[in-house]
């Protein structure tokens, strides 16, 4: 598959900060009611941040695809299930008894939802997960030679990726060729970091995605939101590869080293502070800054005063066995 060994150099700061980065944009795309507030910018957000997320999952994964299915990528997976299953639940759970909340629980449906239909999922925002953990078993699709031989298939489904839902597969489609490409350019990593420290080409990407952006805002698939989204992954790894402050930097590599927890979390704090400051009164631009710094800070806290201290809820909600750890081994990019 490639000329050059897996990333094996110890921790990569600069892609951590890129998943920090990652998690920010995610959050703010999920502080309510930002859509409403500031449709354009949550436009924007939304046209590559998710697969900037499959693209470092991808990254992360190379060497995972080359193990055993059975005795290491699947037990590895299943892991993630259960805090998938446990939120899901929790979430069918909170909106059962209060229906006012976006997408009223039907119970008889609940199960079904959450193990078929990802995007019917009581916790909508998971489906990246589910999503993440269908390419995890497909791993075997991406050994040897795979990634470069798929490329040209897993391009024309991220163009044109139909609208089946159950299991997710039309999302699945949609967002291969992102983790796919994750696996290729982290099997030529050297190269490809060089390619981002280019300040040349960082500063024509800075150029070409809002144009791209404004080519494709009234397409919903096609070969323009593709070139949209991979030109949206390279700008933020251009900016975590080029320099950024130390200070900001230093706060965005452990934004990314709990990007997991942030994730996972961020609801249980952002529907209080949404219901709270709406009920009051509160101006929508200003809800989205305080359901935006929920949405960071409380998972951030969670992390360190119960996950960390508690081998058990860091199972149950991250699905980790420890602390995040300082290596390009995570096999999750979030």
């Known amino acids: ?171 699945l489609l949609k967002h291969l060729l992102y983790y796919n490409c994750g696996l290729l350019l982290a099997g030529r990593h050297t190269v490809f970091f060089r390619w981002l420290r280019n300040r040349n080409l960082g500063l024509a990407v800075i150029f070409l995605f809002p144009l791209l952006y404004s080519f494709s805002t009234k397409s919903h698939n096609g070969p323009l939101p593709v070139a949209t989204a991979l030109a949206g992954i390279w700008l933020v790894l251009s900016f975590s590869f080029l320099g950024i402050p130390e200070r900001i930097s230093g706060w965005l590599e452990y934004c990314g080293k709990l990007s997991l927890e942030i994730y996972l979390l961020q609801y249980y704090f952002i529907f209080p502070v949404l219901v709270a400051l709406t009920h009051i009164g509160i101006e929508p631009r200003v809800i989205v800054l305080f359901t935006f710094t929920a949405g960071i800070c409380g998972p951030i806290l969670t992390s360190r005063l119960l996950l960390e201290k508690s081998k058990v809820l860091a199972l149950v909600l991250s699905g980790r066995t420890k602390k995040p750890a300082r290596s390009t081994r995570n096999e999750t990019a979030l």
């Open 1 to 171: 598959m490639s000329t050059e060994s897996p990333p094996d150099t110890g921790y990569i700061r600069e892609m951590q900060i890129a998943r920090g980065i990652g998690i920010l944009l995610v959050t703010l795309g999920h502080s309510e009611p930002v859509a409403q507030a500031f449709p354009v910018f949550w436009d924007i957000i939304y046209s590559f941040h998710m697969p900037l997320f499959f693209f470092l999952s991808g990254f992360f994964s190379l060497r995972l695809v080359s193990r055993p299915w059975l005795q290491e990528i699947l037990p590895r997976t299943t892991r993630l299930y259960l805090p998938y299953f446990v939120i899901s639940l929790s979430y069918g759970l909170i909106k059962f008894f209060i229906p006012a909340l976006k997408r009223p629980v039907i119970p008889q449906e609940l199960l079904s939802q959450i193990v078929f239909y990802p995007f019917e999922n009581p916790a909508l925002f998971l489906w990246f997960l589910y999503i993440l953990l269908l390419m995890k078993m497909l791993s075997p699709l991406f050994r040897g030679r795979g990634p470069l031989l798929f490329l040209p298939i897993f391009t024309i489904t991220a163009c044109w990726y139909g609208s089946i839902e159950l299991f997710g597969i039309s999302s």
